[in-house]
C-alpha cells in the first residue's frame, strides 16, 4: 500500500503568519491527492482535490501544489479558525490512505 | 443539502458484532459511492471500504476482508457497516464519506460514530 508521510508532525505559528505543511507519497499518485482538515471533535472537510483544486466554499487563503510524490498545503495568512489538524489523502491506487496529520497550533 | 447522519455511539464487548447506520439526504443516494472510514484516538484516518448504493457492490480493504459487511437499503437512503469480532484496537469514530466515484475524495462526511470496545 502508498504511505503517506506529512511533516511536520506539529507546527507552531501565529495569526497571520503562513503555514507549509508537506505530504510525501511512497510512490507515484500522480495529481490524486487531498487534503482535509480537521478540529477536534469534527469530521475532517475536504479543502482540496486533485493536488491543487480547492473544495466549495474554501477560502482562496489555501492553496495546494505539487504531484508524483511531494505535495504541498499553504495556508496564507492563517486565521483562528485555520488552528487545527490537517491530513492528506491519496485515491490513486487501492486501498485509499491517508497521512498521519500535521497539528497546526499556536 | 447534504447530510450524512450516523447512528449512535457503541460499547461492545471484545468479539462481538457492531453495525452502524449512515443516513443519506440532500442527494440522489444511488448516484454516489459510500465508503467508510475510521479514526483511533490520535491517528489519522483509516479506509475501510466502499459500496455502491445503486448496485450493492462492494469492496474492501484487505485489511478488514472477513470481518466487514457494507449494506444498503435504497428504500430507507440508508448505508451500513458491519464489523465482526471485534477487538480492542477497533475502538475508534467511524465515519460514512461521500465520494465521487471508487476511488476517489470524500465531500461529506457523516458525524462520526464512536465505537469503544472493552471488557
Known sequence: EIVMTQSPATLSVSPGDRATLSCRASQSVSRNLAWYQQTPGQAPRLLIYDASTRATSIPASFSGSGSGTEFTLTIHSLQSEDFAVYFCQQYDKWPLTFGGGTKVEI | ?119
Open chain 2, 1 to 119: 443539502q447534504v447530510q450524512l447522519v450516523q447512528s449512535g455511539a457503541e460499547m461492545k464487548k471484545p468479539g462481538a458484532s457492531v453495525k452502524v447506520s449512515c443516513k443519506a439526504s440532500g442527494y440522489a443516494f444511488t448516484g454516489y459511492y459510500l465508503h467508510w472510514v475510521r479514526q483511533a484516538p490520535g491517528q489519522g484516518p483509516e479506509w475501510m471500504g466502499w459500496i455502491n448504493p445503486n448496485s450493492g457492490g462492494t469492496m474492501y480493504a484487505q485489511r478488514f476482508q472477513g470481518r466487514v459487511t457494507m449494506t444498503r437499503d435504497t428504500s430507507l437512503r440508508t448505508a451500513y457497516m458491519e464489523l465482526s469480532s471485534l477487538r480492542s484496537d477497533d475502538t475508534a469514530v467511524y465515519y460514512c464519506a461521500k465520494g465521487v466515484g471508487p476511488s476517489t475524495r470524500f465531500d461529506y462526511w457523516g458525524q462520526g460514530t464512536l465505537v469503544t470496545v472493552s471488557s
